[in-house]
């Protein structure tokens, strides 16, 4: 009977350290460097908010910033303006607001079944407003792009708050 006891009991503590290990997964980073002249850290960690956006957070330094690339099929020409924001609410109901540092015009490319305008967009954020993110994933996104509005629920909030975890430590 003890020989089972201390059995059951190692397998208990094997579980345990296992689930531990498992939730404790390391950030995975698309690059984390630190300048060999500044000594400066610069990271960068990439997600989908919808199926067809790609974003990532970014750290340089002390300075936190998004990026944004989008494609659409056919020859777009709208422009994403300064200030144009990127919406997402959270789901604690509070909504944070990011906004594009510059404006952004498309580059098009002819492919063999037409055209694919592309956008690439860099948006300002803050250790504020990734914080929250962290603590809250993001259930729903927003985005401007001159008089076309992109607007999808959220399915991989999770990721998004965890790459919001990662960037900020």
């Not at 020409?77 to 944070?96: T, Y």
């Not at 404006?103 to 490319?109: I, L």
């Amino acid at each position: 009977m003890k020989k089972t006891t201390q059995i059951l009991g190692l397998g208990i503590l094997f579980l345990f350290a296992t689930t531990l290990s498992l939730s404790a997964q390391k950030c995975k980073y698309d690059y984390n460097k630190k300048d060999p002249i500044t000594d400066e850290v610069t990271k960068k960690i990439t997600f989908k908010p919808v199926y067809y956006i790609q974003m990532s957070f970014n750290k340089i330094g002390e300075t936190y910033f998004s990026e944004m690339l989008l494609a659409y099929t056919g020859n777009i020409r709208d422009i994403i303006q300064k200030g144009d924001p990127i919406v997402f609410k959270l789901s604690n109901g509070e909504v944070v607001t990011i906004n594009s540092q510059d404006e952004f015009v498309p580059s098009v490319q002819v492919t063999q079944t037409g055209f694919i305008s592309r956008y690439k967009a860099t948006y300002d954020i803050d250790a504020a407003t990734l914080q929250k993110i962290a603590e809250n994933p993001p259930t729903f996104f927003r985005m401007n792009i001159g008089s076309k509005v992109e607007e999808k629920e959220i399915k991989n909030g999770k990721k998004i708050s965890e790459a919001a975890r990662c960037i900020l430590q």
